[in-house]
T-cell receptor
Framework: DGGITQSPKYLFRKEGQNVTLSCEQNLNHDAMYWYRQDPGQGLRLIYYSQIVNDFQKGDIAEGYSVSREKKESFPLTVTSAQKNPTAFYLC?????????FGAGTRLSVL | GENVEQHPSTLSVQEGDSAVIKCTYSDSASNYFPWYKQELGKRPQLIIDIRSNVGEKKDQRIAVTLNKTAKHFSLHITETQPEDSAVYFCAASIGSSSNTGKLIFGQGTTLQVKP
């Protein structure tokens, strides 16, 4: 279903802890994106990567970090600097301008 | 910065009626405008898109219109059914879509179709 796999589906973070959300795609897409979705709001871009070993900040990158060591993988780390991390996180990849989304990870704070 | 405004935030219609959702965008270089449907707790799914070289596109009960001069585009759903109930997002490419593939999204419209 879509070829983009996000894990875990649910994640809980303790105070001061870094957590990593996984995003893997087998669609051979070059570009990948991370979005944050809060209730009643649209999708806001955190980071994106157009090619391996390169990535750019989106609109709300503070408190987040990413890596793109392989074409298939674009993990997102939510660091302790992100003071309000509770949200639904969506990963996407692009082909011919169409963005395909993963099923999402719901992150909550303990 | 670039912005997409979407209205209304909620929309309730009777089954069989039409629903219209409107979006305006600020980046005059935007040339790609997709619409996504997101059911509760699920991923957004592309339902229709339009590029700046056309003014209207239809796919069965769904149509999208684009007015580049006014920088607005709309989603039209005819003969609505209960399964159309979801959150709908519009989006616009940031600059030319061929540059980065980046999109900016509207805030979403929660559509409720009452049987």
């Amino acid at each position: 279903d879509g070829g983009i796999t996000q894990s875990p589906k649910y994640l809980f973070r303790k105070e001061g802890q870094n957590v990593t959300l996984s995003c893997e795609q087998n669609l051979n897409h070059d570009a990948m994106y991370w979005y944050r979705q809060d209730p009643g709001q649209g999708l806001r871009l955190i980071y994106y990567s157009q090619i391996v070993n390169d990535f750019q900040k989106g609109d709300i990158a503070e408190g987040y970090s990413v890596s793109r060591e392989k074409k298939e993988s674009f993990p997102l780390t939510v660091t302790s600097a992100q003071k309000n991390p509770t949200a639904f996180y969506l990963c996407a990849s692009t082909r011919q301008n169409i963005q395909y989304f993963g099923a999402g990870t719901r992150l909550s704070v303990l | 910065g670039e912005n997409v405004e979407q209205h209304p935030s909620t929309l309730s219609v009777q089954e069989g009626d039409s629903a219209v959702i409107k979006c305006t965008y600020s980046d005059s270089a935007s040339n790609y405008f997709p619409w996504y449907k997101q059911e509760l707790g699920k991923r957004p799914q592309l339902i229709i898109d339009i590029r700046s070289n056309v003014g209207e596109k239809k796919d069965q009960r769904i149509a999208v219109t684009l007015n580049k001069t006014a920088k607005h585009f709309s989603l039209h759903i005819t003969e609505t059914q209960p399964e159309d109930s979801a959150v709908y997002f519009c989006a616009a490419s940031i600059g030319s879509s061929s540059n980065t593939g980046k999109l900016i999204f509207g805030q979403g419209t929660t559509l409720q179709v009452k049987p």
